[in-house]
């Protein structure tokens, strides 16, 4: 089943990142470029394309680091070659979650305050 960006792109938010977990022999990129086009946040400036591999693992925890805080989106290619990264990987969006219910709480605190 071919899945749709424009609703996954609607569902996403920046602490609620969108994964997609390839077989081989599909590439989505084509299909993000097209949709990307369609947006204006979605230029090049606003998309990171890393390859993972041996020994890149400090080099896309800084991107993924960088987009973090840049609100960027960020594509990684090639995960199942550094197994380390994944942990890396799987260790920030775990961060990145935890900030920002810290931050609706905050939110939500200061509503009941005012």
Same mark, same amino acid.
């Given at each position: 089943?071919?899945?749709?960006?424009?609703?996954?792109?609607?569902?996403?938010?920046?602490?609620?990142?969108?994964?997609?977990?390839?077989?081989?022999?599909?590439?989505?990129?084509?299909?993000?470029?097209?949709?990307?086009?369609?947006?204006?946040?979605?230029?090049?400036?606003?998309?990171? /394309?890393?390859?993972?591999?041996?020994?890149?693992?400090?080099?896309?925890?800084?991107?993924?680091?960088?987009?973090?805080? /840049?609100?960027?989106?960020?594509?990684? @290619?090639?995960?199942?070659?550094?197994?380390?990264?994944? @942990?890396?990987?799987?260790?920030?969006?775990?961060?990145?979650?935890?900030?920002?219910?810290?931050?609706?709480?905050? /939110?939500? /605190?200061?509503?009941?305050?005012?």
């Amino acid at each position: 089943m071919p899945f749709n960006l424009k609703s996954i792109y609607g569902l996403s938010k920046p602490h609620f990142p969108a994964l997609f977990i390839m077989g081989p022999g599909t590439d989505p990129m084509s299909e993000f470029v097209k949709f990307s086009k369609e947006y204006n946040n979605l230029s090049d400036e606003n998309v990171v /394309k890393k390859s993972v591999g041996l020994e890149q693992t400090r080099t896309c925890e800084n991107a993924l680091t960088n987009a973090r805080m /840049k609100g960027q989106w960020i594509i990684f @290619q090639n995960c199942h070659l550094s197994m380390p990264f994944l @942990q890396v990987f799987e260790t920030r969006i775990a961060e990145t979650l935890a900030i920002a219910k810290g931050n609706e709480n905050k /939110k939500k /605190k200061k509503e009941e305050d005012d």
